[in-house]
């Protein structure tokens, strides 16, 4: 009989990898979404059931006696709560963190080794600075709840910026648009040196089947082989679309007009460790940095260009990127070119 999987959150990038990974390695998978049916999945013999995470007797109902659960939209403590209800009754549970937990990495302005191991401090370990970034702060909670209950075996997986197809959130659209736009310029803020560590859905997907093979108790950075810098990743994109693109940069960040702005921007690296990964699960990549950026230009591109068919635009393709920086910060392409004429 196939092993069973479960998982929360499963119509969203993480999810839809994961699932298609396991699919194929003969599980039988079921998502949980409020989305419905996604086609692609049901493709793949994954079945889909409606459901709301927040209502705690319907998750539970349809995790329990899975032998894998895999929640990739827990973001708090509550939500913890409730997958701790589960010991006992499932296989093993994998979650999705963030490397944004580390103690240093909530606000990017530094302190962290390069690249960090799963055994520095997280937020809300050591009291540490005021202003901790709620989003890393949710994340370790939920991180400590589920490693404190007493018969759960649970893979905390720690991604960086995440970027695949579907994704509500492609940073990597910040030089994919200006390519479509044919632009000559970009300027990057911070001498264009930032590094926020990268992490293919795919590999997350292959880190995910690692850990539902041998079960443990565990925390795991998730991340690509490469750590580019921002402007390494534009130099990428630009000879992936055959676009000439000059990347000029400057110190300090970015301006208030928006001259420099970018996902990326970061004074200080954030760089993941993955070697607890490959060492204790024998991991390897499921991809290149270069094979994922390529099916994320062709996913992007595809995807916005059906959006302005329909009336729309690229913030209703990445909600994420628009809600989180806000839309008016995206492509000050004016600004840009007054700034490179007054450097000539």
Not at 36 to 44: K, N
Not at 231 to 251: D, K
Request: with cysteine; net charge negative; aromatic share 8%.
């Amino acid at each position: 009989m196939a092993p069973s999987a479960f998982i929360v959150g499963g119509t969203g990038q993480i999810g839809r990898s994961a699932a298609s990974r396991l699919a194929e390695a003969g599980w039988s998978v079921s998502v949980g979404s409020r989305r419905g049916p996604d086609p692609e999945l049901t493709s793949l013999g994954v079945a889909t059931v409606t459901l709301d995470r927040g209502d705690t007797e319907a998750l539970l109902t349809a995790t329990r006696g899975q032998d894998l659960v895999v929640d990739v939209v827990a973001f708090t403590a509550g939500h913890a709560a409730q997958l701790a209800n589960l010991a006992g009754d499932v296989g093993s549970l994998v979650v999705i963190s963030t490397g944004a937990v580390y103690q240093g990495a909530e606000d990017g302005t530094g302190g962290l080794p390069v690249p960090v191991p799963e055994d520095w401090p997280t937020v809300g370990d050591d009291p540490g600075p005021s202003g901790h970034w709620a989003y890393g702060a949710g994340k370790a909670a939920m991180e400590r709840l589920l490693l404190a209950t007493p018969g759960l075996p649970v893979s905390i997986l720690r991604p960086g910026t995440l970027h695949g197809p579907h994704s509500a959130s492609l940073h990597q659209w910040s030089f994919i648009k200006p390519a479509l736009d044919r632009r000559p310029h970009v300027v990057l803020a911070y001498d264009g040196r930032s590094r926020f560590s990268t992490s293919a859905v795919a590999n997350v997907a292959e880190l995910i089947f690692r850990c539902a093979a041998s079960p443990g108790v565990r925390v795991l950075n998730a991340a690509d082989d490469e750590a580019l810098t921002v402007a390494e990743i534009g130099a990428r994109v630009f000879a992936e679309m055959s676009h000439e693109c000059e990347i000029i940069t400057f110190a300090g960040p970015p301006r208030d007009d928006g001259l420099g702005f970018n996902p990326w921007g970061i004074p200080s690296d954030i760089v993941l460790d993955t070697r607890k990964a490959r060492d204790q699960l024998g991991y390897t990549l499921a991809v290149s940095y270069a094979e994922a950026l390529r099916a994320d230009i062709d996913w992007a591109v595809r995807a916005v260009a059906d959006a302005e068919a329909a009336g729309k635009s690229w913030p209703d393709v990445f909600p994420g990127l628009a809600g989180r920086f806000g839309a008016e910060c995206w492509f000050p392409y004016d600004a840009e070119d007054a700034y490179v004429a007054s450097q000539s």
